[in-house]
């Protein structure tokens, strides 16, 4: 007795589309006769899923066999009407048309071109990974680099030939760049081992590339790098990568993008930070300072009386450039009040006259934690 179609493909009864297809996906990539060669019970694991999905992923017939089982399709029945699935021939491949090219694709050599033949191979794709400044990340800047690549073969200008000479229709295939082979029930189509799906074959290479078409060379490229460049920004030269094989299309450029530690200036995001050092007199008295910005400029800022350690000044547009937008961050100023230190004998004078005229009471803060450390020993003394 043949096996539940439900239990073939390992779905539940309600299953939608989505998931009878993905399923028939997985088990017939594992069971693929190309790839269990000689195998029998593989074979026939393989021919049961097409049929199971043939059934299922029709409305029609999963009607019918929800309603009748497997004699929905005996003695004439709606299945053997439309071609049969379970006889001598397998099952149909219209049945799974729509994903046959995805799911066999690796078996049938990928992308086909007109008659079968596969395109020039595609040049392999290049990373190159280069550090920049954070000025050069504001402003935007443009570099010269040097990359190990490959280049199309002046000698025979990509073709692979000797000049003079060129490729002929490889005798395997036909010129197809395809092969059929039957295996079992089911025919597979394979790419040609003799010319790789190319339908041509190099009889006289060329004496530069080796029949390449393509030798390895260094090149050197102005790139441009974007004003508002993130750490770890990826940026893509399209055809800048390797060339192809025999004439085939270039790959790309990849450049991985680190901005470099500045010595003023730690970025986040758009915003930048930098931390002032101002002496004590200045946050004290209150004055008036002048704080780079990332542009090379000046700008003066205002410190009121009594400014404290860690008080921040925000100024606004004064930090980086947005990657693929027209603002900017903005750019925030800590302050970090100095402590004096290798006072003159004068100098010691007046902070010691300054103490006696009562200076800690200009200080509330440490004022404040001394009083709550007394109350806290206190209470300490009096738990004992």
């Not at 400044?133 to 073709?159: F, M, N, R, W």
């Not at 039957?182 to 394979?190: C, I, K, L, P």
Request: glycine share 14%.
């Amino acid at each position: 007795m043949a096996q539940d179609y439900y239990t073939v493909l390992n779905v539940a009864r309600d299953a939608d589309e989505k998931a009878i297809k993905s399923a028939f996906r997985k088990l017939a990539m594992q069971y693929h006769p190309d790839r269990n060669q000689g195998d029998d019970e593989a074979e026939k694991k393989f021919k049961e899923i097409g049929e199971a999905y043939e059934v299922l992923s029709d409305d029609q017939k999963r009607a019918a066999y929800d309603r009748f089982g497997h004699a929905a399709f005996q003695n004439g029945g709606m299945g053997q009407a439309g071609g049969g699935f379970g006889g001598k021939q397998g099952f149909s491949a219209g049945a799974f048309s729509d994903i046959f090219d995805d799911i066999f694709g690796e078996f049938m050599g990928g992308a086909r071109a007109a008659g079968g033949r596969r395109n020039p191979g595609r040049g392999a794709d290049l990373k190159h990974d280069m550090t920049i400044s954070l000025s050069d990340a504001y402003q935007g800047a443009k570099k010269t680099i040097t990359v190990p690549s490959s280049e199309a073969c002046d000698h025979c200008e990509g073709s692979g030939s000797e000049p003079g000479s060129g490729p002929t229709a490889c005798s395997t295939c036909g010129g197809q760049g395809r092969v059929r082979a039957q295996q079992g029930f089911f025919t597979v189509e394979r790419t040609c081992p003799t010319c790789n799906g190319q339908g041509q074959v190099i009889t006289d290479p060329c004496t530069s590339c080796k029949g390449q078409g393509r030798l390895r060379k260094d090149r050197t490229l102005q790139v441009e790098i974007p004003a508002g460049v993130e750490d770890g920004t990826r940026i893509r030269l399209a055809g800048e990568g390797e060339a192809g094989v025999r004439g085939g299309p270039f790959g790309d450029l990849y450049l991985f993008v680190s901005v470099g530690a500045h010595e003023l200036f730690e970025r986040d995001g758009a915003d930048l930070y930098c931390v002032a050092h101002v002496p004590m007199t200045t946050a004290a008295l209150g004055g008036e300072i002048e704080a780079p910005t990332i542009d090379g400029g000046r700008i003066k800022i205002k410190i009121p009386p009594g400014a404290q350690p860690g008080k921040k000044f925000r100024l606004r547009s004064k930090g980086m450039t947005m990657l693929r937008h027209k603002g900017t961050g903005d750019m925030l100023v800590e302050l970090m009040v100095e402590t004096p230190v290798n006072m003159t004998p004068r100098q010691r004078e007046l902070l010691q006259e300054f103490c006696e005229a009562g200076g800690d009471e200009a200080c509330p803060q440490s004022k404040g934690f001394f009083a709550k450390a007394k109350d806290f020993w206190a209470q300490m003394k009096d738990a004992s």
